[in-house]
């Protein structure tokens, strides 16, 4: 195995994790956690969300160069891409949605509930299950 496709299947599977655990797990159950209030609920998942977005970004810069310099096959580069542009969606389009949103309920307004939140979470499993195949087939290259 190349230290390009290394360092890839490291980040795939590093970024992948991160996903599952803040997304998949912490996001859902915070709001269970008994005096956890929709505004102190919202307030941490905005700085969670904002650091996992950032580490992302870092995640997609490191992979988008392995690649280019190793080269991989199609299937792994369409994977990968597909991830990388799921997140620039995420974090250009629809997160300033959901900032706004979070502003006015943290200002105290009675804000409507948001269905862009619903494009986030879709665009979280699609991100997935590109990151999930991505890493299997770069493995399998290997």
């Given at each position: 195995m190349s230290t390009s496709t290394a360092v890839a299947v490291a980040v795939v599977f590093v970024w992948l994790g991160m996903v599952a655990?803040?997304?998949?797990?912490?996001?859902?159950l915070k709001f269970r956690a008994p005096n956890v209030t929709l505004v102190i609920g919202l307030g941490i998942g905005r700085l969670v969300f904002r650091a996992l977005n950032i580490v992302e970004?870092?995640?997609?810069?490191?992979?988008?160069?392995?690649?280019?310099?190793?080269?991989?096959?199609?299937?792994?580069?369409?994977?990968?891409?597909?991830?990388?542009?799921?997140l620039a969606?995420?974090?250009i389009v629809v997160r300033p949605?959901?900032?706004r949103r979070t502003d006015a309920?943290?200002?105290?307004?009675?804000a409507p509930r948001s269905h862009v939140h619903y494009v986030y979470i879709a665009l979280e499993v699609v991100k997935t299950i590109a990151l999930l195949v991505g890493g299997i087939v770069l493995l399998a290259s290997a």
């Open positions: 655990a803040i997304s998949f797990i912490e996001a859902p970004t870092v995640w997609a810069t490191v992979l988008v160069v392995t690649l280019l310099l190793g080269l991989p096959g199609t299937d792994a580069t369409v994977a990968v891409t597909i991830a990388v542009l799921a969606v995420q974090v949605r959901l900032t309920v943290l200002a105290g307004l009675d």
